[in-house]
């Protein structure tokens, strides 16, 4: 045997013996052989086959071999005969090969001693586990990461009701199918089975259709770091559940009662000074918090307008940019003319002129300074009434123009405007009025927001303005969608809104409100049509009575 055979033949794990079938004689053993029995190699060499496996079932099937019939074996199990005279439980197999015209027998063994052991203890586990399963208060079901029932207990097929048959037959799609169909929400309950390798916990209430209730436990099951599988607890709370129901709607009777009888406190000590105390406690909560939320929306509004504002800024800063570019080539080609005059050279300065185009430069250089200027003014325009919607360094009441005010404002909304509405402006002539100029404004602005915001497509607004009987009035009217008489009765209420989730916060029109009837001692009107549009009119004092 050359040494790179032998070398593959000591690597193999399995013990490899090689008889001769007519001698009976080991006349090759390799490494695990020797290792494993516990023989030097050149003894095993000097012994029968039948000193090893000594058996009287071996014996016989070696004294056939021996006599011509030399039948091949396929993993089965035996004892094999070690140095120390301690029988080694092995799993063989027998073939027979052929060596140069000579027959020989190639035996193979594996020790399976560790195995039985193994198997032993699995089985042993395996036992303590069913038991533990079986004993344990909740319906137990385990559902591999195939979608298959790996083990369920007695309980849980009684909580379930499934039949003896079902369970012998062990289709575990009809099984899974038959639970999903007692539940009211058979389709979550269907979702949450199938999310076997989900690697959440869960704890859920389950409802069935025959008015029980089960809590459903799950985890995932884990092979190391990968998940094998889930288990799934049931536990019957019905019994539970109805006792809650019952405290339940005792404790609802037992607050009716107390309700009641607070109301009838609450009648007979109406007049003590106590309670009055503590209204006039709430009073200051109350005002504390209207000013917070006053404080709020206006700090929203200016959210909610700084990109249009910014996009208005942003126009005329971009052409500006751009003549500056066109100024900076001009200059340039000027100081080329320049620099041609300065060397006295005809031909270079003739050059220089017609590169130029100075007739053109002529006629461009002044328009581009124009824009320019025009850009720049728009942009300070626009910074200017923002300062004046914000009165930043004006919180006192004092007389302003409200006209100019509404001017100012419909420049700070007018990116929310423009690509709703046409503004109609009817302002006639009113005189400075005496109120705080930024809740004002506020006031003009959530009007004007909201009337685009009515408008769907395409439409108008209307702002007027005029005088009557000591008051200035202000009038808002747009070609909306309009309101109910439902919606009007609660357009003022804190909180209440018609707009999707994300578009308003149900608190403008209320602060509005505020601001001119609380604050101011004006009064607000609303008219409105569905399909037509809306009209606020708000009116306000000359002179404001006490200041706010």
């Known amino acids: 045997m050359s040494s790179l055979e032998r070398l593959i033949i000591d690597h193999c794990p399995n013990m490899t013996l090689l008889v001769d079938p007519a001698s009976l004689q080991i006349i090759m053993a390799n490494h695990a052989a020797a290792q494993t029995l516990g023989y030097p190699r050149e003894t095993l060499l000097t012994m029968s086959i039948t000193d090893i496996e000594s058996s009287l079932q071996d014996v016989f ?60 203890a699995l089985e042993h586990t395996l036992s303590q586990l069913r038991a533990t399963l079986e004993s344990t208060g909740n319906g137990i079901l385990v559902i591999d990461w195939q979608g298959k029932i790996a083990s369920m207990n007695r309980l849980l097929s009684k909580m379930w009701h499934i039949p003896d048959a079902m369970l012998l037959e062990r289709n575990d799609a009809e099984i899974l199918e038959l639970m999903i169909s007692q539940v009211v929400d058979a389709e979550t309950c269907r979702t949450r089975l199938l999310a076997v390798l989900s690697t959440d916990d869960s704890e859920e209430i389950i409802l069935l259709k025959d008015g029980r209730f089960f809590e459903c436990k ?40 107390v309700l009641e009888r607070t109301a009838d406190l609450e009648e007979a ?52 940019n751009s003549n500056l570019g066109s100024l900076k080539i001009y200059a340039n080609k000027l100081l080329t003319v320049l620099n041609a005059y300065e060397s006295n050279d005809p031909e270079q300065i003739a050059e220089a002129r017609k590169k130029a185009d100075l007739e053109f430069l002529r006629e461009d250089l002044p328009s581009l300074i124009t824009e320019s200027q025009e850009g720049l003014s728009r942009v300070t325009k626009i910074v200017q009434d923002l300062k004046d919607f914000s009165h930043v360094d004006q919180v006192d009441r004092q007389t302003a123009d409200l006209n100019a005010a509404m ?41 004007l927001v909201n009337a685009a915001q009515a408008i769907t497509k395409q439409g108008k607004i209307f702002v007027r303005s005029g005088i009557e009987n000591e008051h200035v009035w202000f009038e808002v009217e747009d070609t909306g969608t309009g309101m109910s008489e439902e919606v009007q009765q609660r357009i003022f209420e804190p909180f209440f809104t018609t707009k999707p989730v994300g578009k308003g916060t149900g608190l403008g029109l209320s602060i509005s409100y505020d601001i001119i009837v609380k604050k101011h001692h004006g009064r607000m009107d609303v008219k409105s049509e569905l399909g037509k549009g809306t009209c606020f009119r708000l009116w306000l004092p000359l002179v404001l009575a006490e200041p706010t």
């Open 61 to 120: 099937y070696w004294e056939e071999v021996r006599s011509g019939q030399r039948n091949p074996i396929e993993n089965q199990e035996g004892l094999y005969q070690c140095s120390d005279t301690s029988m080694l439980a092995v799993t063989k197999s027998i073939q027979l090969v052929d060596h140069q015209g000579s027959p020989l027998l190639l035996v193979q063994a594996k020790e399976i001693e560790n195995e039985r052991r193994v198997e032993d």
């Open 269 to 320: 000590n109406k007049g003590l000074e106590a309670t009055k105390l503590y209204q006039e406690e709430l009073i200051k909560k109350l005002k504390e918090a209207q000013n917070q939320l006053l404080q709020s929306e206006k700090m929203a509004a200016i959210g909610q307008l700084a990109a249009g504002v910014a996009h208005e800024i942003n126009n005329p800063v971009g052409f500006v």
């Open 407 to 447: 001017e100012s404002t419909l420049n700070v909304v007018w990116n929310e405007l423009k690509y709703k509405a046409e503004v109609i402006r009817e302002l006639g002539e009113i005189p400075h009025v005496d109120c705080v100029p930024a809740q004002i404004n506020q006031v003009f602005m959530n009007l």
């Open 218 to 257: 799950s985890r995932p099951q884990y092979l190391g770091e990968r998940i094998v599988g889930r288990v799934f607890g049931f536990d019957d709370i019905t019994a539970s559940k109805l006792a809650e129901e019952a405290l339940r709607e005792s404790r609802d009777k037992l607050e009716e009662r």
